[in-house]
């Protein structure tokens, strides 16, 4: 109770040491890149080239899929409905603003400043996803502090291990309190919470083919990630249906199912989106993530919470660990099985000097890498979990 | 009770067995089109001209107002929100699914596989819009199984009869139970089902515009299409607050009137949306429409219901039936009173070789059948019911 | 009571007469522009260079703000939510119609016909936001017929004055009764209208950027508009959560300041988005915003309300007014203290035959025009609203 009202009360301190940094930091060190840069244009500019036309209206379907579907979803408990949709809106600004000085210095910084454009507030929004991800395992336990400690970990892609070291700290010690088992009062769902969280999993359905294309070349790539996208998340939808009605009392369909198991197919695809995998592929993959994804719920949840003490709150493991691991192995099997003709000669000429083999080897790694991430993510959260639990369990 | 519970069983086997055939049939003869398929591309293709960027946002725009604001807006009956949502969902990718391989097999298949672009999945949602307006008339009164049945016909555009027969089996004979009149208890709208089923209804207003002009010629034609929609639909939500508030007691607007009249000028502008009606054609469509409408509502659906027996639970009759009349007679009057320099020298060359008089007929015949075609469905549905009413209502 | 009785048996005349006159006005008066006209295409156009692709996306974002944010946003009054959607859907149909026809014969009229396109649309959707602005000061105390009232002005940019004329008639008149400030029975808020309204201050938030970068020139300079406005926007957020959290009891956050705070750096940047103010200029405007928007929430309202008898209901002055001198300052700020240099070789060419002098002095006293009317309006307001209190208040 002391605790808590000690975060509590650090709230405000640490935004306003936040925005002061950041001010600074704004102030100083940034300024406009290629694309924003008024005084860099050549005088026979087309303004319709601009950068800003390629990514605009993608870049806000992902901040609707954040905002609103994220938001909306999280809702899902009756008397935390409001505090999910505020708190996503804060932790997702907080992380924004985090991933664009961090990626800023990382990726962007010449010349003494940080060049930002459309594109920084992209990436920075694909880094946000992944921390607002793994609030989902904790809602309804954390005061507004412990969510925004998970934010600090969104500078790269190899920052897997750094994530968990912070998550580790800022979750599990603060939460992991005895007697949780038993749930929180506030926890009982309601007929209009489901209502709108089931229309918070619609709209992140809706715009999801945005999200997995909005990083790919433009062009005939980014149009087969698209339908790529459609046709796993229509095969989970269906699929979540059947498996849901068989498995579940009366043959009523279960709403966290349907909450998660549709967007399986979509975490599942995103490493292969783009690849010659044909429609019949994503189909298959659609299918298979979310059968994985209903039972890990069923059988896989109920486990790690009564024997390794794993409370997942939102199932995060069901809908990012076990597609994701699809994911990986349909990316490792299309390179393999695909051949190269495929691709017709796009794909070696494009941004790689490489000679094909060396190009092969480096996109199995690329692929690979992307789909075992988000399963290494919470794996490691597992580890580190348990490391923690005999310190704070008594 | 019984035979409700046999239908319930069967769900999840109609799913299982649906997915392993589409499965079955997108593994075997699927493939990409020419804006999908890398090997086709030629080595000097600009990503740019990609079909994709003509149609996504419109896409997206479709399925947000199929899935998040048709789904609020048949969130209207209290406790049942959640289902209707949920259903809603379910049988627009049922629907999509079927119709990309029903279309695929007309209209895509060469070589021996389906051809399949984001073009496709956009005709597939027209189709599908089809089917979830007609659930919309006994929605309450059906399962999950009785619902999918109705979307096995959405093949073309010259299926309304095979329509009709699927849907008297679909629907007639295993809903109009005797003692129906009295309504169902659940069928009770509280506060805040009327709030999101409002906000449902706005979705379909704002994205109306990109649903009716999709699928019309690029340029000049597409931005008629869109201010003639917003004119009309415009029109038609002060007609309706007008109307409504007049013809209803207290002067308090009915709830039902503004969430289907507001969007009648929509229906009615569909078959001249992008013909030369000039904004005031447009406007006057917009005040025909949503008075037929409510005049519809007010007197008809109850005359129906009484005498006729066809309980048109969401008043499809209403919102499509009378001002698709309304568009097919506005079809004719429109290209028998403008004269052909309305056009310029643009429709004469661009997709037909025709002599002027052939054009001209063709397209009043294509006009007319168009906006026919809504009432048409309604029409061969009743007589449909009408057959089976005897051995059903017992 | 016989008076609001005599107003609501009115709204349907008074629609009636409207739409009966605006048909009469668009059939007589209105034709295409070059844009939508077919018969002036050269016979060699390029589709997709219409204007529609430029503004189609930016003008459905800005509907769905309008429409279903500020609809929602307005919902956080139990017992009026469905009201507030349902009347902010009438009066912006009401005010657009009226708007394209005001700004049709000032600025699109000749030949005797005003000639139309998407960007009447859009300038119309402007003129349309003040009007619902201004609605939210007299939420919940008023009949449509005094909120259509409001809508009368929305002629062009130097209406300000006018406006308040119309205002104090429509507003002040017919609703400052005595034992107002007691307030409304129906006005308590409850869980399930917090959490829609701030969904509904979500979706204004997120296409906050598209509403200001619409109207700027396409290319860098709009590329500008979307990241400053992004940055403000954001940094208006975390101050939120801060100053909020310190100044409310046990540190819980205002859904009122969140709802209303979290904009004010976009009220701000509205007048300097295009210009060359910096990334960290954008910051330090979003966090000065948003605080002066709720400490003027904090003291400002409440003595507003008491000493000189101002119900600003949803707090406009806070949102709209003092964010709006912020933004007028900043833009003489950014005009003295920026280097012409930052803007390269583009401003001076492309619509100004002007010397540098006179564009700087004629760019100066637009954008401090353009900051100081929002504040301006209010301020006439308020001076016509003391005006009428004594004659009124009685």
């Keep these: 109770m002391a605790f808590s009202k000690y975060l509590r009360c650090r709230l405000p301190v640490l935004l306003f040491v936040f925005q002061g940094v950041l001010l600074l930091i704004f102030v100083l060190f940034t300024t406009y890149d290629g694309h924003t840069d ?42 935390y409905g409001v505090s999910a949709v505020a708190y996503n809106f804060l932790l997702s600004n907080f992380c924004m603003q985090w991933a664009l000085i961090v990626q800023g210095f990382i990726y962007h910084y010449h010349e003494g400043k940080i060049h930002l454009g459309l594109y920084n507030l ?20 954390t005061s507004p502090i412990q969510l925004l400690l ?16 912070y998550f580790g700290l800022g979750a599990s010690i603060a939460l992991y309190r005895s007697g949780l088992q038993t749930g929180h009062p506030k926890e009982t769902p309601s007929y209009i919470s489901d209502l709108l969280s089931l229309v918070g999993a619609i709209f992140l359905w809706v715009f999801w083919p945005s999200f997995v294309s909005v990083l790919v070349h433009p062009g005939d790539g980014q149009h087969r990630a698209v339908l790529h996208t459609w046709v796993a998340l229509s095969a989970s939808v269906l699929t979540t249906f059947a498996i849901s009605s068989l498995l579940e009392k009366k043959g009523k369909v279960s709403m966290g199912h349907l909450q998660n198991a549709t967007l399986a197919g979509g975490v599942a695809i995103g490493t292969v989106a783009d690849m010659a995998i044909n429609p019949g592929g994503a189909f298959l993959l659609g299918i298979l993530s979310s059968l994985a994804c209903i039972l890990g719920f069923k059988y896989m949840t109920p486990f790690l919470a009564n024997k ?27 390179i393999l099985l695909v051949p190269d003709e495929a691709y017709g000669h796009q794909l070696y000429h494009k941004d790689t000097g490489n000679t094909e ?7 199995m790694v690329d692929r690979t890498t992307w789909g075992l991430k988000s399963w290494a993510k919470w794996s490691t959260w597992v580890r580190e979990e348990e490391k923690f639990i005999p310190s704070v369990g008594l």
Tied chains: 1, 2, 3.
């Design 38 to 79: 008024a005084a860099s244009q050549p005088s026979d500019v087309d303004p319709a080239g601009n950068q800003l036309y390629a990514f605009f209206s993608l870049f806000q379907d992902i901040q609707l899929m954040l905002l609103v579907g994220l938001g909306l979803l999280l809702a899902f408990m009756k008397g």
């Design 122 to 141: 992209l990436t920075a929004e694909f880094a946000t996803v992944a921390v607002l991800i793994s609030a989902g395992a904790i809602l309804g336990r």
């Design 150 to 165: 998970m934010a600090v970990d969104i500078g790269g892609s190899v920052t897997v291990h750094v994530f968990s070291c």
């Design 308 to 334: 390794l003490r794993i409370q997942d709150q939102c199932g995060i493991h069901n809908l990012h660990g076990l597609p994701g691991i699809i994911g990986a192995v349909a990316g490792i099997a299309t």
């Design 357 to 363: 083999t060396a190009w092969k080897d480096g996109l």
